[in-house]
């Protein structure tokens, strides 16, 4: 624990966050790669609505997420601040209640998805050429794969709650070059053809199985030199603890939520083209989504290592590292982010034709991927104040934040830019609303770090007054 306590403390900011965060980062690639990975083999097939029911079923992937979201960003969040304190105990409660939770949470949600199917399928977008290939993707991924996928997820955040990012970061990241490999076997020589987004969604769910049971292993190695614990008996927490696992947790998961019904407005806004183009654009937004991935999960992984060594030195009381550690963060991100608008702004058409050799396809996500890229200085910033926020356990300013982001700027938005300017209208709605959005986080990131430096400045007054 001393050379835990030594990272969180003592080690210099660049070099503390690069050691949370480039493993946390890599391991995110890794997952965006088999997420590709799934599009790419999907789309040697040529078939548009094959890209597009892999594109549709993969929102009820990202719904899922909610949940290690909600228990892994909110429980992993209290456990940093919790070692702060140095209430090691606690926080393996607050760990063996994450677990838990999630575990119950994911059975629930695949009996539901397996009940509604159809209606679900119907509503995010999928149409009659897409629905039976959507169908596969969400039985084996979902249905079957959903508890293996969200455990591994909150196990991966508790870890990097601690310092672990490494050992969390290996075990995604395994899971994803095993999904790589077992696409191709799967899609191409054990099932027919046809049946390639059957193919895809099997070895995504044994490449899920598989990472949980490398956590599980890799818990019981190291259970004596960790808070972390698994222990049922825990998991029955104080009230407070639990209301500040939600606090965190819930609008980290309404982030998840929002973007997915952002998703389904989307999808369905496309496929009302259905009768000009086909799936073309609802395959050619999924493409150029996935491939818009790569500065998202970058982000995502640049803020999870971020996280606990913001929450740490917040609730110990050192707000001037915990300054540092966000600013060197959020510096870092703007530099990726102009690099990746350089790099999709000159090489969209090649990376869309890895994905599809459907001349159309190619070409509207061409279009769609040079839109998207322009919103990801904002998309990072938004992304680091939210992060920054949850880490500090002010779930309020994170949940304002992450309902205008998704839902009361983005999805009335993609109604109005749909009617003003068609299909190219939908696509440039990111932008805006991430635009809206970062102008608001930055007022608001503003005023709460002011009022934390008044309030810490009246506490060491108070403290003075008292010893003098």
């Known amino acids: 624990m001393s050379e835990k306590r030594e990272l969180f403390e003592r080690m210099p900011v660049p070099k503390a966050l690069a050691t949370l965060a480039i493993p946390t980062i890599i391991s995110q690639l890794i997952t965006m790669i088999y997420n590709l990975a799934d599009t790419f083999y999907i789309g040697l097939a040529d078939n548009p609505s094959m890209t597009a029911a892999s594109s549709v079923a993969f929102t009820l992937v990202f719904m899922m997420n909610a949940l290690p979201n909600l228990f892994g960003v909110g429980g992993g969040s209290l456990i940093s601040r919790l070692m702060g304190e140095k209430k090691d105990n606690e926080a393996g409660g607050v760990a063996s209640f994450s677990f838990y939770m999630t575990l119950i949470c994911a059975a629930v949600y695949s009996v539901l998805v397996l009940a509604f199917m159809d209606p679900l399928l119907r509503l995010l977008g999928a149409t009659d050429g897409s629905i039976v290939f959507a169908r596969q993707y969400a039985f084996w991924v979902i249905v ?132 000009l183009y086909g799936d073309v654009p609802v395959a050619s937004i999924g493409i150029a989504k996935k491939i818009d991935m790569l500065p998202m999960n970058v982000g995502f992984g640049l803020c999870q290592g971020m996280m606990p060594l913001v929450a740490y030195n917040f609730a110990s009381g050192d707000h001037k590292r915990m300054r540092a550690i966000a600013r060197t963060a959020r510096n870092a991100s703007m530099i990726f982010a102009g690099f990746c608008i350089l790099l999709f702004q000159l090489f969209a058409p090649f990376i869309a034709g890895l994905f599809n050799g459907h001349q159309q396809t190619v070409e509207m996500s061409t279009d769609f991927l040079r839109i998207l890229c322009l919103a990801v200085p904002f998309m990072l910033f938004n992304l680091q104040i939210s992060f920054t926020f949850q880490a500090m356990g002010m779930g309020k300013q994170s949940l304002v934040l992450s309902s205008l982001r998704q839902g009361v700027i983005n999805i009335p938005l993609l109604f109005i830019m749909n009617a003003l300017f068609g299909l190219y209208g939908i696509v440039w709605t990111q932008l805006i609303s991430d635009i809206i959005t970062g102008v608001i986080s930055y007022a608001v990131y503003r005023s709460s770090l002011k009022k934390l430096m008044t309030d810490g400045e009246e506490v060491k007054e108070a403290t003075a007054s008292n010893v003098n």
Do not use: W
């Open 144 to 275: 079957i794969g959903a508890v293996p996928a969200t455990l591994s997820m909150t196990m991966a955040q508790l870890l990097r709650s601690e310092g672990f990012a490494g050992k969390a970061s290996f075990g995604l990241g395994f899971g994803g070059v095993l999904n790589i490999i077992l696409d191709p076997v799967f899609m191409f020589l054990i099932l027919d053809k046809g049946e390639e987004v059957m193919g895809a969604a099997m070895a995504t769910m044994i490449s899920n199985v598989a990472v949980l049971i490398y956590f599980i292993v890799n818990y019981i190695v190291i259970k004596n030199k960790t808070v972390i614990s698994l222990n049922p008996r825990k998991a029955r927490l104080e009230a407070r603890h639990v209301k500040a696992v939600f606090a965190v947790g819930i609008p980290s998961a309404l982030g998840s939520l929002l973007a997915c019904f952002s998703n389904i407005v989307i999808n369905n806004l496309a496929s009302s083209y259905e009768y």
